[in-house]
């Protein structure tokens, strides 16, 4: 009987989604952090549950054939990259697993094909949005507690993993390009040199809190959006103007204010202090404006590969399309040339206003926006049933509401992308009595972490 505390040696055999090692002891599964596929390590048991347990190494005994080395020196620190000490191909065949483990074992669909995981054009540097901690009480690496010259105070980074009230110091994110990583490093020593009080997560005191950079990989325009506790324009001031001085392609300049206590790096009141209150990316002939607080796909140079992979499974041929979860309306804009309409349904009002003021800049007549909660607006719209639906809901997936009124307006086709392969194999399963999956095709959005994006094509399994 396993337990707390106990070590125990494990030999690791495949991964799960999350990134942990999965090994086997005395007939429970055991999920292990930081531990790969040939990993034999000696763990310490964290937790134990009725079906599973979950450890940490404690000794790497033998190191497994698929480590390499990583690039960052945070690596192991910060929670941003799970996978950069494992070749980037053997990363691919990781997440195909993960979504082929997650359809047959949480959705029961154990018979189906997934195809090998779409590469990302660009391995590194590849992400178009970073989202920067502020704190007070800078938290050490082991290298850095020995160090007498490292400041303890201040810093400007990202989360270790699992612990928000941690922030390591980031210099230099190979996720993010070169040029924002010289402006995270000038606002770093700004923000130190500047004595604006720093946002206290326990006692809610202070004003900065998130520093959001945002760029336009066709474009090269930047966004800098820093995020305090209240409005403070003159506060700010002198930073968008030493900013946009040293840095022309910063376009954009805002200070987001978000005064809730939870960490979000969401901006409920949006100030300009500089330039633009957005910037525009470009993806094939489709032109998107992003605000601060859009939802836009992270990766821009794969984001083409993604839509035309939607694009080319929806095989519209002037239908109706419902595109669900729409966003700032870039798929829907996608796929308007081949649609006789499109139809977007979208929770949040800024991106649905953001959509139809890309629809306008594209010159696309057939796309409309409908705001609200889809488990509300869907019900209004069934006497418009569509032929094709697209939809790309978050995190937790589908409500089951949304799902019964994607039954009731019975398309002919489904493609949903999702980005959690264990939802998206319980939404597979409500529908699986009346739709079969007909492909399924990971794509990786995010390289060197194991989130990974899957596309799906569902077709009726008979005309009602």
């Known amino acids: ?253 805002v200070n987001g204010v978000n005064a809730r206590p939870a960490q979000i790096a969401y901006s409920d009141q949006v100030l300009v202090l500089a330039g633009k209150d957005h910037i525009e990316e470009q993806l094939d002939e489709c032109i998107f404006k992003i605000s601060p607080n859009s939802f836009f796909q992270t990766n821009s140079h794969q984001a083409v590969q993604l839509y035309r992979l939607v694009r080319d499974l929806a095989e519209v041929e002037g239908e109706r399309v419902w595109d669900l979860y729409s966003g700032i309306g870039s798929i829907a804009i996608f796929l308007a040339r081949q649609a006789r309409e499109v139809v977007g349904f979208e929770l949040v009002e800024s991106a649905v206003q953001d959509a139809f003021e890309n629809a306008r800049i594209k010159g696309t007549a057939n796309c409309r926006f409908v705001a609200g909660d889809l488990k509300d607006t869907l019900q209004a719209h069934l006497s418009e049933a569509p032929e094709v639906v697209v939809c790309d809901p978050p995190r937790a997936g589908m409500h089951e509401q949304v799902v019964r009124m994607i039954l009731k307006a019975n398309p002919r086709r489904i493609v949903y992308v999702s980005c959690n392969p264990t939802t998206l194999a319980r939404d597979l399963a409500y529908f699986s009595s009346h739709y079969r999956v007909e492909r399924v095709h990971p794509v990786d959005m995010f390289p060197h972490t194991y989130h990974v994006e899957t596309v799906v094509k569902l077709d009726r399994r008979c005309a009602n």
């Not at 697993?97 to 540097?125: D, M, N, Y």
């Not at 390591?168 to 604006?196: H, K, M, P, V």
Request: glycine share 6%; with cysteine.
């Open 1 to 253: 009987m396993l337990k707390k505390n106990a070590e125990i040696e494990l030999r690791i055999e495949k991964v799960a989604f999350g990134g942990k090692g999965v090994a086997r002891y005395d007939g429970m599964v055991l999920f292990v952090e930081r531990a790969l596929p040939g990993d034999h390590v000696r763990a310490r048991i964290r937790k134990v549950k009725r079906n599973f347990a979950e450890a940490y190494p404690v000794e790497l005994l033998q190191p497994s054939p698929l480590r390499i080395e990583a690039p960052c020196r945070h690596f192991g620190y910060c929670g941003g990259c799970k996978w950069q000490n494992v070749d980037y191909q053997q990363q691919l065949r990781f997440k195909q697993h993960i979504v082929a483990e997650s359809l047959a074992h949480i959705g029961g669909l154990r018979e189906l094909k997934v195809e090998a995981t779409l590469p990302s054009p660009k391995v590194f540097h590849y992400r178009n949005k970073m989202e920067f901690s502020f704190t007070g009480r800078r938290w050490l690496t082991p290298e850095e507690l020995d160090n007498p010259q490292i400041e303890k105070g201040f810093a400007l980074g990202l989360h270790t993993p699992g612990a928000f009230d941690r922030i390591i110091q980031i210099d230099y994110c190979w996720l993010q390009s070169e040029t924002l990583n010289q402006i995270l490093r000038f606002a770093t020593s700004y923000f130190r040199e500047s004595g604006l009080p720093v946002y206290h997560l326990r006692t809610h005191e202070g004003l900065l809190r998130f520093l959001v950079l945002r760029e336009s990989a066709a474009r090269g325009e930047v966004m800098v959006n820093v995020v305090t506790s209240r409005p403070a324009r003159e506060e700010l001031a002198d930073f968008a103007s030493q900013l946009r001085n040293r840095f022309p392609v910063v376009a954009s300049v």
